[in-house]
């Protein structure tokens, strides 16, 4: 019996307690946007809260609920009317309170707009530390110091305009083994013979190996009448005479006296260091990115010493390694395998610091070589899966021995080991572990962030591990993995792989080496999109503009395709997610229609001669009443949510929110710009026209400054 009262009692309280939540609900959601908005249509669709809770006779007896709620709700200044429609209940905002407030918004708070939000009021101001960028100097700049370029850049604008303390640090690789590939420095570091022809010093090409190419390849004359050129022409035969030995040797033995600190040879170290960083702040300055400082790995030289005696005194730096070369040797012996005692010695006593918990080495980094000099990163691996893959490469080896003498050669080598070795353990510089100090003495920072590959997860895991074991417990936090307090941006470094693919294909036909590939992009966007609108082949306009800085006979079109040819370089990288992979695409990227940086930049620009054109919008003027049109409700009801897309992309540090926002912007605005003619309408209609195109362009422009985007005024 109870249980029958109690089912038939079940639905009406059901229904009345589901109205009663509904009649609260839209009470919450009207009082909201009367008090934070202000402005906005929306419609309510209980029709779909149905379908998916209960059945159709639900779904009927709410939509008549819709019709009585409708009916009882009242209009105010804010909402100007209130309709049920199947299943919903609309309610129209006040249209010219929209449209004023809005403007007025927009027109106020200029560059920030969005950012005076009260979604940021509660969140506290904060010093920020972002490390970017940091290529090494001795090698090439590859696509992945271009990626996290452009991402650090996006990150510290963000951070700024939201009103946060930024340092913006470039942590160069200026410091390290690849100086014994000295050849490469001279030899693919274009934009260095570049300084080096312009500031013409023949001292320094003469030391090096240039100077011993360009004696046998150069020719004065040629050098002083285009310097470029020749250069290029003696890069490339010295690229060819590279393969001899004593070529070699010469770039070796300037390695060895720069790692025994000779005095000239690091002289002309710093020259090369300081004319590579000039040579970036151009290139930083053409992408529209600025460093706070240039600290690079030999600044921490001296200091990682310090590291290193802490890590001593705290018992944390073990030289164990040897014993485990031992066991590796007995593994040698069992299998009677070759062996060449002599080459092992050089491991004995490298440094490592056990990170695992039972203090079994299981896990743990490698902080230093034997001969004392620090290295940079690969992974970890426990002493036994080193020896177990050690071994699977013998096995591979011997079952491979009849048919490929060469696998044969190279595994019996000692140097295998070595290989083997180096490659699987993790090997902490200790240059990172004083930069990290250093940082945190220096900048108190709130946040730290690393925008680096993916491929580096594991050496920062290990760095804070090891921070955390010398007593930081700031370092801790990041073991916790409190993403806002030190980050490790992790982006992803291969998406532009068929980028790279076509600067090879160019390179090939200009003779180019694939440290322009920076340079090469650039211009590949700026050659592309010349080249669709001229007889010009793309290549021979990769040609020309690569001297064309130094000619300097073209100008704005170089610089207006240059913003372009960056937009859309951008855009295309920042529409998914940071960590996720992608194909890039140059005709996909440049296309002018479409969601690319392409179609933002020449919207923009269109919005900016409709400006140029009917002189400058002036707000007080604005008879509201003219502007309504649902082409222009569409667009300031867009521009009303920028305060909500840049909390977003603050939050998970995502660009892509503030990139489909923006391509979502300039799409209302071109419709809007077609069937809201300035032209030809009377005055005030026009005049209220033109505010509304100001608003759109100016948060378009904000946008893409965040993003590190110029905006062009002509396209
Ligand atoms: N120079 C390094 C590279 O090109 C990246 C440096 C990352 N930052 C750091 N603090 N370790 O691979």
């Given at each position: ?181 000295f050849q490469y420095f001279f030899m693919l570091c274009p934009?260095l013979l570049y300084?080096i022809c312009?500031l013409t010093l023949y001292v320094i090409v003469i030391q090096g190996l240039l100077g011993v190419g360009f004696q046998s390849f150069g020719n004065k004359e040629k050098l002083k009448s285009s310097p470029l050129q020749h250069l290029f022409e003696v890069y490339v035969q010295i690229n060819q005479a590279a393969e001899d030995e004593n070529i070699k040797k010469l770039a070796k033995d300037f ?9 000239q040879?690091?002289?002309i170290?710093?020259q090369f ?443």
């Amino acid at each position: 019996m109870p249980s029958q009262l109690g089912s038939a009692k079940s639905p009406q309280h059901f229904s009345s307690f589901f109205f009663l939540i509904f009649i609260c609900w839209f009470l919450f959601i009207y009082l909201f946007v009367c008090l934070f908005r202000h402005v906005a249509d929306f419609q309510l669709s209980i029709a779909s809260v149905i379908e998916n809770s209960s059945g159709d006779c639900l779904a009927h007896d709410l939509h008549l609920q819709a019709q009585q709620l409708a009916e009882r709700l009242k209009c105010d200044s804010v909402v100007s009317a209130i309709s049920a429609g199947p299943g919903t209940v609309n309610f129209t905002i006040n249209r010219e309170l929209l449209v004023k407030t809005v403007l007025q918004q927009v027109w106020k708070d200029g560059s920030e707009y969005g950012v005076k939000s009260e979604l940021f009021s509660t969140v506290p101001r904060q010093k920020a530390v972002i490390e970017f960028s940091s290529p090494n100097i001795a090698k090439k700049f590859h696509i992945g110091h271009l990626r996290s370029t452009i991402v650090g850049n996006f990150i510290a604008n963000l951070k700024v305009a939201l009103g946060h303390e930024v340092v913006r640090i470039n942590y160069l690789g200026d410091w390290g083994m690849q100086f014994g590939m000295f050849q490469y420095f001279f030899m693919l570091c274009p934009f260095l013979l570049y300084m080096i022809c312009r500031l013409t010093l023949y001292v320094i090409v003469i030391q090096g190996l240039l100077g011993v190419g360009f004696q046998s390849f150069g020719n004065k004359e040629k050098l002083k009448s285009s310097p470029l050129q020749h250069l290029f022409e003696v890069y490339v035969q010295i690229n060819q005479a590279a393969e001899d030995e004593n070529i070699k040797k010469l770039a070796k033995d300037f390695f060895r006296k720069l790692e025994e600190h000779d005095e000239q040879t690091l002289s002309i170290w710093k020259q090369f260091r300081d004319l590579s960083i000039e040579e970036y702040i151009r290139i930083y300055k053409r992408l529209g990115v600025h460093f706070d400082e240039y600290s690079g790995e030999s600044f921490y030289q001296e200091k990682a010493q310090e590291v290193l005696k802490m890590l001593e005194d705290k018992g944390l730096l073990q030289k164990t390694v040897y014993e485990l070369i031992q066991s590796v040797r007995a593994l040698y012996l069992t299998f009677q395998l070759h062996f060449k005692q002599d080459k092992m010695s050089g491991l004995k006593g490298t440094g490592i610091v056990d990170l695992s918990e039972k203090k079994d080495l299981s896990t743990f980094s490698t902080v230093m070589r034997s001969d004392g000099t620090s290295l940079y990163i690969t992974r970890q691996v426990s002493p036994s899966v080193l020896i177990a893959s050690h071994f699977a490469r013998q096995l591979l080896n011997m079952t491979f021995h009849n048919k490929s003498c060469a696998i044969a050669n190279a595994f019996s080598d000692w140097n295998t080991p070595v290989t083997v070795l180096c490659a699987c353990f993790l090997i902490i510089s200790f240059r990172d572990l004083a930069a990290a100090i250093d940082r945190m003495n220096k900048h108190s920072w709130d946040t730290m962030i690393y925008v680096t590959d993916k491929s580096q997860s594991n050496h920062f895991q290990h760095l804070f591990q090891i921070l955390k074991l010398m007593g930081y417990d700031w370092a801790e936090r990041y073991v916790l993995k409190n993403p806002n307090y030190i980050l490790v941006l992790v982006v992803n470094f291969f998406f532009l792989k068929n980028v790279y693919n076509m600067y090879i294909r160019i390179s090939v036909k200009c003779s180019f080496e694939e440290n322009l590939l920076l340079v090469s992009i650039h211009h590949h966007a700026i050659a592309h999109i010349i080249a669709s609108r001229s007889q010009y082949g793309t290549a021979d306009l990769m040609m020309f503009f690569c001297f064309s800085s130094a000619t300097k006979e073209i100008q704005d079109p170089v610089e207006t395709a240059e913003k372009v040819g960056l937009a859309a370089l951008i855009i295309q990288d920042f529409q998914g997610l940071l960590s996720s992979d992608y194909q890039f695409s140059w005709d996909r990227a440049l296309q002018s229609r479409g969601d690319t940086g392409v179609f933002l930049q020449y919207t923009h620009a269109r919005l900016h001669s409709l400006e140029q054109m009917h002189g400058n919008a002036e707000l007080t003027d604005v008879n509201v009443a003219c502007l309504q049109e649902p082409d222009a409700i569409s667009v300031l009801q867009h521009l009303l949510r920028y305060d909500e897309v840049l909390y977003r992309s603050s939050q998970d540090l995502q660009p892509k929110h503030i990139v489909s926002y923006l391509l979502t912007l300039s799409r209302l605005a071109a419709v809007a710009h077609k069937t809201l003619p300035v032209k030809g309408s009377a005055p005030d209609v026009a005049q209220a026209r033109l505010c509304l195109f100001h608003a759109a362009r100016s948060v378009l422009a904000n946008g893409m400054k965040l993003l590190g985007i110029t905006p062009v005024t002509q396209m």
